[in-house]
């Protein structure tokens, strides 16, 4: 246990915050959230800063075009750029911790330099299409089907729950290319494929949140035609591919969030002061649990970083343990706001309500908290799987 | 080069190991259910070997006849010592190596006014109270737990007493309630894979895995902090690990008792045990209100 | 010979049934879904309605115009109105109804300072505030309830204003509560009986099932205490019944979404409608803490 | 909805309070925890007084010799016996609300002339015989064996959870008659059978609980000869036997209960005003909290007892909400006074300790709250089973 940083983890930190500190105020004006285009653009423009300042694909292996740096810098780096208020990794956010690692680890070389390069400047940006109407929790039920002619895919489905759609160039796709059957169990069959958004058939549908904007798509693919050299990995082997993926978005995508939680919880304390209700001990108390259990919370993050450390950078099932914890704490975090501000909560002129909106989606998004339990239960605990 | 690692040493992974393995031998299950049967008083032999072993001296430097070692090895040592149910006032002794003549080696049994009030464990079998110039008298009253006798003194010191021990006492006490936190979580586990209902193992049912999964997301938690505080030695984050390992020893108790149905209710089992010690520990140093009051402060300046 | 029944009267169990037609026909997932996309705006036609089927002059007495029943029926009729989402000042124009012209008939609009601060629902298109001599200018702010459009008003009376209306309100606000929190188990069970995952519905995993099996425990105790508190009028009984559905409101909605997934997490699912909304009530007339306060006052002086 | 009482309810209730007033006083002594003839011979007195007074079997049938009450003069006598502080039903629980009410409603006019009278005089004490080691929250899995042989079944297994088995007379007991097996599921080939606990073979143990008392035994039957006469309904039907039983214990069991946690709570808050923490709100408000709970419980009893007086007196599954409201509530108001009492509450000298650890049985005993929400779910709200 050394929880003490390196000199060069030290200076690592201090570059960054001196190049955080010139950077962010040059940044334009935030987009407004329903300006998709802004968004991509304003986000675009923060990856390619990052790219020239040597920062873009930090964690990435080298030979991937990344910087080989350590899990420990990038936990620095998600910690000091959440600090500063820097932009969101936004609509890069599937090409660089997702389609990206996935590709790093799984395409070969011509996919790389195709693929990998215009993710790290910034120029292109993925989306997601795994989850399907019928297929959620249970994902490799999916259905959306993919028949080869010649030297294509030709595939005909939908995808739901898929950010940034409108303005993706490419979607990581999750298809069957071998009908479920006795001989063939529904997680064998699926392949990963590269589908370019332009392609003829695919329509975007837009699907309005609980918090009343437009953050996801639904995606509709009528025989649309995917060149077989799109697809990452061994025909029918997608749901192994994918689980790499999957186990990065369970790893350390919320190191960020946590940081920016503690950040939340400073706010409501001063809120708190402001309106008196400070004074009022169950309040009092129930944020301090809180700021005890997101301190705890970065710590274990730390842990997970340590434990990616030592087994080269694939997090593993812990991921499942934090996770649970997480986003039951974020929810509760954000019912305490509730709290500290009484009937003002629900007034969408402060700050709060649309994260509390948000946070609501903590406990499915990414495989439901059922699930993260039944991961846990089964393959860290052992206990058996039911009938 | 070496980055930020949570993970244990070598060193701290053989340690934890050693002393598993010497309360495996000396104290076992037959063991734990004797000190049950005898009211939870004190083996002297034990006692004197846990000092050999080092587990008073543990953090005394080596120039005072001391292990030398640190907190971050202490919590190690303290989480085996919670898993195996170890009786005693082990915090108490601990604190009070190098302070009170014959705790370091074992030879002496120093318990603390760690209660916040009249209540003292171990009072009968003490040789000295931590930071009191003698041995106050006591009447023993029945305690909830078998494991910890309890006296009532007349007349309680000042709370501020114990005062200068507080933090690494919740530390150490944390470090007990995450190491019965785990045990309760594989107790919960082995039950659960074992018991058989409805033609199959309970633990198949989704409702015991999923009581399990919370249970085991208490305890790492909890534990996580354990470990950042002993290494950070910051007064905040040791408040935050006693608050966790609290709940996380008390829920996952409660979740063990209830997996383990009709059978956790009986005395034969194990998990009572767990419990009933949880809830004194939960008492002792920094209660949960004292923890979160504490951490509300460390906020409200943090956020100034 | 009648016993203690707890049960409905005929005469109740058709009154009911009745507001329950009336709003499935007049106030349908289609009306529902219209409102929610003028943002709460409301249909003065059905108002006028509401108040021709008595639903404001319930309990005036026959003399003065109205139905002549009691608190009982109200919570009847204004449970209906929850499971229905029905929008607007209801709890407000019903108490209001005798004391402001037009409100008995649903010809007036009325909206009270329930939210104890400067926010005010539906005051844009409110023709009174309860208690208050004149209609106060307000800012518009958007809400998070769709469907409850809310107004900040710069000097807000002071908090005595509503009280005389409180303990009526609260337990008013409570049937409209214990309404959704009932209507939520019915969403969830029904999606868990009609989505399948895995092979099965997903009702049929246990994890699932606890969760509306706990949903339909919450309902049916803050149903109890409701119309407990509406028969005997007692002050101490509506806090518990406010208290209770609030949770059960807030808490059903909260695992009706968790049972739907990401559908539930969808602007077309009614899930979001019914949570934002409980959100809402539950801040109205009396809060959870004021709730357990009078409670304990209660407790305290019933233990002496 | 009418929750006034009618002029015979008043009454009754004036006559009863009158004679708890003037009985009360004049019982012996209460023997101590350990003593079971002691607390035997007690519990018999009390039942004998109850007996002269009228008021045994108050709402069982008149035709089994009972009084034919009203469900809701059951339940003022339940308010009334618990506010006076009249002894509990104690030794004589299982004749008066499981065996008796059973043989009430499927025995024979000879079972019923044999075995009601002297439970209703507190004469003879039953016991129960229904869990076994291997089938806990399964009661269908019973594997003790019954094997016909002449008038006689000859009986051999092992019982568990039976309470007052060192004094009771008889024994409730459920055996298997006939074997599983394709053609035979668990629930049926079970009968119902009063085993007089006098019989050559049968072998009380007792089991020491976490309280630390004895409250429970296990009960070995090692050939135990029961006459075939002693079968209560037909052969291989006591399922549907028990079950009558089981509802009752579900239904209307825990009305003195809630009735003592009420009384208990206002201890809580005399406690809670002499050591001061009154003052704090996270506490008066938990406690405040709670009294809104315990009141909305017995509200609940009303109405569960409305519904039995209407059905003709057996309790539905509304019993199964009822319980898993109510053993939460228990468990919370005992963490709530461990609150109140602080270190105070770990020394066993106090009066809360030992009904704490009771309380942790409430979620198991009588079906875990595991096994009543599956009832509640498949049974009320009509989830499908699971595969």
Not at chain 1, 137 to 158: E, F, H, K, N, Q
Not at chain 1, 180 to 209: C, F, Q, Y
Not at chain 2, 58 to 75: K, T
């Amino acid at each position: 246990m050394d929880l003490t940083y390196t000199d060069e983890e030290r200076e690592f930190r201090a570059r960054l915050r001196d190049w955080l500190g010139k950077t962010l105020p040059e940044l334009p004006a935030k987009p407004s959230p329903d300006d998709w285009p802004g968004r991509r653009a304003y986000d675009a423009g923060w990856q390619r800063r990052l790219y020239d300042a040597g920062y873009a694909g930090l964690h990435w292996p080298v030979d991937a075009g990344g910087r080989g740096a350590t899990p420990t810098q990038h936990l620095i780096f998600l910690e000091e750029t959440e600090r500063a208020g820097a932009p969101y990794v936004g609509a890069n956010f599937v090409g660089l911790l997702h389609a990206g690692p996935t590709i790093a680890a799984e395409g070969t070389a011509a996919q790389r330099a195709r693929w990998l390069p215009p993710v790290l400047r910034g120029d292109e940006v993925w989306c997601q299409g795994f989850s399907e109407p019928e297929a959620g929790s249970d994902l490799a039920a999916l259905r959306t089907r993919a028949v080869r002619d010649g030297d294509d895919y030709v595939i005909t489905g939908s995808k739901i729950w898929t950010s940034h759609a409108e303005v993706a160039d490419w979607c990581e796709l999750l298809v069957r290319t071998e009908p479920v059957s006795e001989a063939v169990p529904k997680h064998r069959g699926i392949s990963w494929l590269a589908m370019p958004m332009d392609a003829p058939g695919v329509t975007v549908r837009p699907l309005r949140t609980l918090a009343g904007s437009a953050e996801f798509a639904q995606v509709f693919l009528d025989e649309v035609r995917v060149p077989v050299a799109n697809r990452v990995g061994e025909e029918n082997d997608g749901w192994r591919v994918t689980m790499v993926t999957l186990s990065f978005e369970r790893g350390t995508a919320f190191v960020g969030e946590v940081v920016a939680c503690r950040r939340t919880l400073g706010g409501l304390a001063r809120a708190a002061k402001a309106n008196g209700r400070w004074d009022d001990p169950v309040l009092r108390r129930r944020l301090g649990r809180l700021y005890g259990e997101f301190g705890a919370l970065w710590r274990l993050t730390q842990w997970n970083v340590s434990e990616a450390q030592a087994s080269g950078g694939v997090p593993g099932v812990g991921g499942s343990v934090f996770k649970l914890a997480y986003s039951h704490a974020r929810q509760e975090l954000y019912d305490a706001a509730a709290q500290v501000l009484g009937a003002d909560s629900l007034a969408l002129d402060g700050e709060w309500m649309l994260d509390r909106l948000s946070s609501l989606s903590y406990t499915i998004a990414a495989g439901t908290s059922q699930i993260q339990r039944n991961i846990v239960a089964e393959r860290i605990l052992g206990l058996p799987k039911g009938r | 080069m070496r980055a930020v690692d949570f993970r244990l040493t070598q060193e701290q992974g053989d340690l934890r190991a050693g002393v598993r393995d010497l309360l495996a031998g000396r104290y076992g299950r037959e063991a734990l259910r004797a000190s049950v049967e005898a009211g939870g008083a004190l083996d002297r032999g034990l006692w004197r070997e846990l000092g050999a072993a080092g587990f008073f001296a543990l953090r005394l430097p080596e120039a005072a006849g001391g292990v030398g070692l640190g907190m971050p090895e202490a919590v190690l040592v303290f989480e085996e010592a919670g898993r195996a149910l170890l009786p005693g006032p082990l915090v108490a002794t601990h604190l009070a190596a190098g302070v009170v003549a014959g705790a370091a080696e074992g030879a002496a049994v120093v318990t603390a006014f760690d209660l916040g009030g009249a209540l003292v464990t171990h009072l009968g079998e003490a040789d000295a109270v931590l930071g009191a110039p003698s041995l106050p008298a006591g009447e023993p009253v029945p305690s909830a737990d078998p494991l910890t006798p309890l006296h009532r003194v007349a007349s309680p010191p000042a709370a501020a007493q114990a005062a200068a021990y507080r933090d690494e006492g919740a530390l150490l006490t944390a470090a007990l309630q995450v190491g019965s936190a785990l045990r309760t979580v594989e107790l919960a586990v082995r039950h659960g894979g074992e018991r058989e209902q409805f033609g199959q193992p309970i633990g198949a049912f989704q409702a015991v895995k999923h009581l399990c999964a919370q249970m085991l997301v208490r305890a790492e938690v909890a534990r996580t902090a354990l470990y950042a505080a002993a290494v950070t030695a910051d007064a905040g984050e040791a408040a935050g690990a006693k608050l966790l390992a609290d709940e996380a020893a008390v829920r996952n108790a409660r979740d063990c008792l209830q997996v383990h149905g009709g059978m956790g209710f009986t005395w034969e089992a194990d998990v009572h045990l767990h419990l009933k010690r949880a809830w004194v520990r939960a008492e002792q140093w920094r209660r949960a209100e004292e923890a979160q009051e504490l951490l509300a402060a460390e906020l409200a300046s943090a956020a100034t």
